[in-house]
T-cell receptor, first 110, second 116 residues
Framework: DSGVTQTPKHLITATGQRVTLRCSPR?????VYWYQQSLDQGLQFLIH???????AKGNILERFSAQQFPDLHSELNLSSLELGDSALYFC?????????FGSGTRLTVV | AQSVTQPDIHITVSEGASLELRCNYS??????LFWYVQSPGQGLQLLLK??????LVQGIKGFEAEFKRSQSSFNLRKPSVHWSDAAEYFC??????????????FGKGTLLTVNP
């Protein structure tokens, strides 16, 4: 157990739908990073939150959004889903350049 | 922009043989360097990291990596591979200063197959 919890582990949904992925960081870590892992793109940085504030965006589509709540858990919202959004979504929590990854959410869009 | 290159997409070694996985980075200054391992269907586990100091870094599971500034490389090594080492290995970099986003940038990964 890495200390970073991601739910759900698996998600199957239809095109056009909206889903929410949840990440609970390690106790005390203020930063949460979201990554998308796909066969063709590899591990791509999506977005970074620090203590509730968005700090940076990467290759995140406009259909995707995220937030970090006062208790520091984070949610990644994916809407108008397309087949190409099928991927493994990871979050990582960080403190002092230590990055700990959750086990990921595997999203399958059918 | 920073980038990480792992030249070998797939490597096959025999159990007990030595292993070296290559990683080169492109960055304005020496970044923080990491190696992660991912078993099928699993998350990313940190093997080792380099921030500063001794350029030979020891990690978990018997792995080590050597930072070579002149070559912008951070190659991962293991003297004797075990069947359980079969997995995908990712090299990653993060900025060592400035800004407020210390995101990891990953290479494409090297898939390691271990033959009995």
């Amino acid at each position: 157990d890495s200390g970073v919890t991601q739910t759900p582990k698996h998600l199957i949904t239809a095109t056009g739908q909206r889903v929410t992925l949840r990440c609970s960081p390690r106790s005390g870590d203020l930063s949460v990073y979201w990554y998308q892992q796909s066969l063709d793109q590899g591990l791509q940085f999506l977005i970074h939150y620090y203590n509730g504030e968005e700090r940076a965006k990467g290759n995140i589509l406009e259909r995707f959004s995220a937030q970090q709540f006062p208790d520091l858990h984070s949610e990644l919202n994916l809407s108008s889903l397309e087949l190409g959004d099928s991927a493994l979504y990871f979050c990582a929590s960080s403190a002092y350049r230590g990055y700990t990854f959750g086990s990921g959410t595997r999203l399958t869009v059918v | 922009a920073q980038s990480v290159t792992q030249p070998d997409i797939h490597i096959t070694v025999s159990e007990g043989a030595s292993l070296e996985l290559r990683c080169n980075y492109s960055y304005g200054a020496t970044p923080y360097l990491f190696w992660y391992v991912q078993s099928p269907g699993q998350g990313l586990q940190l093997l080792l990291k380099y921030f500063s100091g001794d350029t030979l870094v020891q990690g978990i599971k018997g792995f080590e990596a050597e930072f070579k500034r002149s070559q912008s490389s951070f190659n991962l090594r293991k003297p004797s591979v075990h069947w359980s080492d079969a997995a995908e290995y990712f090299c990653a970099v993060a900025p060592n200063s400035g800004g407020s986003n210390y995101k990891l940038t990953f290479g494409k990964g090297t898939l390691l197959t271990v033959n009995p």
